[in-house]
């Protein structure tokens, strides 16, 4: 075991503080990473915080990592000592059901191993510590090639913020000409604009802040529209061949689902804290569809790393020093960030 530095939340009500956890030592199958940057992602704060219940004490959150190569075990061929790498939302999955097969771990039937507060594969008495640390070790196979032409803190985000949004851009085939609004412009609603505007799709911004007319623009929208409005909720009714919906607050999917033309899908990436009803004409009368969406395999991260890396897509990024997490976690609660948290990691080894 190696002992380093982390931040830990201890419990569902208190500050995340400084924290030493114990690392294993690399396996024959293991790569050892240095982190430089882990992202700070809203399921972080849930989980510090048990929002979602099931948090184990203490939590080291953390699942948007870019690091270096440390150590490679004996068996590893993938990876050597210096290289750029990333680790994303898991690290582990059985790797032998349908859905692992068809590189689907994220749907591992068996459950896959979160990055953090998962039982870990080692030992299922133990959990798994995320990226709030100054090192991780994680079996190769779930390692990400992580390209150098980019800025690597911007690049952190895309581990979680980044495939997210791709992914259902992927699996409903956005091409040019497509319709696709976007509900919510935050940590994943700015790369989803990103994403699908680089597609060629015409993107169209779906807010109520008028204020964010101009990012939106500027980030890739070609449209923007205020949904406080009902005289602009009537008229782009029956417009949208995908709306992503991105917001975790509390809100009618019905008005949106309105808004979807026929054979039109509505794929959330947000979890309100309560169900929302969803009125069954909506779906019938048009043959539309309301799915949901959950990161991406392993292989389907790589070609986003690898796709962004073509197209010089990154997330928009403030930094931070990791005693600012607390600070940075209520700016995160208040929407006050431009678009995504990043933690340099050398202000914890200090």
């Not at 400084?18 to 882990?38: A, K, N, T, W």
């Not at 990333?86 to 059985?94: A, L, M, R």
């Not at 389907?300 to 997330?315: F, K, N, P, R």
Request: charged share 25%.
């Amino acid at each position: 075991m190696k002992n380093v530095k982390a931040y830990a939340a201890q419990s569902a009500d208190k500050d995340l503080e400084p924290f030493q956890i114990d690392r294993r030592e690399p396996g024959p199958e293991d790569v050892e990473i240095e982190i430089l940057y882990c992202g700070i992602c809203h399921s972080d704060i849930h989980t510090a915080r048990n929002e979602w219940g099931g948090t184990q004490y203490p939590c080291v959150p953390g699942h948007e990592i870019v690091g270096k190569v440390t150590r490679v075990g004996k068996n590893v061929k993938k990876y050597k000592e210096g290289e750029t790498v990333g680790v994303g939302c898991f690290v582990d999955s059985c790797g032998h059901c349908k859905n692992c097969e068809d590189h689907q771990e994220q749907y591992c039937l068996n459950g896959p191993t979160a990055t953090y507060n998962s039982p870990s594969p080692e030992d299922k008495d133990v959990r798994t510590y995320g990226g709030y640390s100054t090192h991780i070790v994680v079996q190769e196979d779930f390692v990400l090639k992580i390209s150098d032409k980019l800025p690597l803190n911007a690049v952190a985000p895309l581990l979680c913020a980044g495939i997210t949004t791709y992914s259902p851009l992927r699996y409903w085939k956005v091409k040019k000409g497509d319709k696709v609004g976007v509900v919510g412009l935050g940590g994943l609603g700015h790369m989803a604009v990103k994403l699908a505007s680089s597609m060629g799709a015409e993107v169209t911004m779906l807010s109520r802040s008028p204020e964010k007319e101009k990012d939106a623009k500027e980030l890739g929208a070609k449209h923007f529209e205020l949904t406080t409005s009902k005289e602009n909720m009537k008229r782009m009714a029956g417009t949208f061949d995908l709306i992503i919906d991105t917001v975790s607050a509390q809100h009618d999917y019905n008005e949106y689902l309105n808004l979807l033309n026929t054979n039109g899908v509505m794929v959330l990436l947000g979890i309100p804290p309560e169900p929302s009803p969803v009125q069954a004409g909506q779906l019938i009368m048009k043959r539309k569809s309301l799915v949901g969406s959950l990161v991406g395999g392993i292989k389907e991260t790589q070609e986003m790393l690898d796709y962004c890396a073509e197209h010089g897509i990154v997330s928009d990024v403030e930094m931070i020093n990791i005693d600012q997490i607390n600070e940075a976690y209520e700016r995160t609660l208040n929407s006050d960030v431009r678009y995504r948290f990043v933690i340099d990691m050398k202000s914890l080894k200090n």
